[in-house]
């Protein structure tokens, strides 16, 4: 059974925010629909290449507003810029931390460049965290995660987690896709205090899969069952699944489908969207909300 909000012990404010998420922007019937543009920072000027409009914020920022999304979510020096245009049309995540890609991931470490109290004045109806499940710098990750956790319960703004498996221990346990890394990935989130968490897809490779601990190693377990297992270990955590790298539209839904079908509150598609052209990206954002209409929860 999905896990809904009603379902979650939140304080009102969490609650308040979380509704507008779900209820009153995007598919608004209990899932969750978000854009990021986070990719600047985090890869680079080369993923705006493929598309060259996408370099400017304003082009995801329509995109959202066109294609009925639930929230963008951007660092702080966008937000600052191109928000305050679409306030009130668009809910904001801002994101608190971020890093780029030129040092090695063997030890990542994603540093915070704003706080909570930023967007609460930004008007921002969540906050997002990058967390590092596996690195050798971890004990870093979760103190500075505890600071935004304390004050994320003080203002009242939910927080999402992007709870990526990385470093050089989770590549020599299976790899940061494996089904052992993304179930550990999900079960982390909860156990920190996320109310929603962001994860990748798992993904099955035989030969990789030997490298995880057991019973992981032993599994044979097709996408649907892993991806349920999943949002199981998320327990009542909100969950998210990211759309992955860019496919066809069919590819797109198909993906969409499959994760709402195994219990998921909704989809982050970045790239898969922004490095289409305009309308493209609208007629493929408006697909996935009509699958999402599908789903209430």
């Not at 009925?68 to 937000?79: D, T």
């Not at 600052?80 to 668009?90: I, L, R, T």
């Not at 030890?107 to 706080?115: Q, V």
Request: contains cysteine; charged residues 25%.
């Amino acid at each position: 059974m999905p896990i809904r909000l009603s379902d979650l012990p939140l304080p009102a404010g969490k609650k308040a925010r979380l509704h507008r998420l779900l209820y009153q922007f995007g598919p608004a019937n209990g899932t969750f629909l978000l854009l990021p543009i986070d990719q600047g920072l985090e890869h680079g000027p080369r993923d705006f290449f493929p598309n060259p409009p996408s370099a400017g914020a304003e082009f995801q920022m329509s995109i959202a507003q066109a294609g009925g999304y639930s929230g963008i979510a951007m660092q702080i020096g966008l937000a600052e810029k191109y928000f305050p245009d679409y306030a009130g049309s668009v809910p904001l995540v801002l994101k608190l931390n971020g890093k780029t890609e030129i040092p090695s991931d063997e030890a990542p470490l994603s540093p915070l460049n704003a706080c909570v109290e930023d967007a609460v004045r930004l008007g921002a109806d969540a906050v997002g965290y990058t967390l590092y499940v596996g690195s050798s710098r971890q004990d870093e990750d979760f103190r500075q995660f505890e600071t935004v956790r304390r004050d994320a319960e003080r203002y009242g703004m939910p927080v999402i987690v992007w709870s990526y498996p990385r470093g050089k221990a989770v590549e020599a346990r299976g790899g940061k896709d494996s089904f052992y890394a993304i179930d550990y990935a999900a079960r982390v989130a909860q156990e920190l205090g996320a109310d929603v968490v962001k994860l990748n897809v798992p993904k099955h490779d035989a030969e990789k899969a030997k490298l995880s601990p057991a019973p992981y190693k032993d599994l044979a377990l097709d996408q649907t069952e892993m991806l349920r297992h999943v949002v199981g270990s998320a327990g009542r955590t909100l969950v998210i699944f990211a759309g992955g790298e860019k496919g066809t539209a069919d590819e797109v839904v198909e993906k969409a489908g499959a994760v709402l079908e195994a219990g998921a509150t909704g989809l982050i598609f970045g790239r898969n969207i922004w490095q289409r052209p305009y309308e493209e990206a609208v007629a493929v954002s408006q697909r996935i909300r009509q699958l999402l209409l599908q789903h209430p929860r």
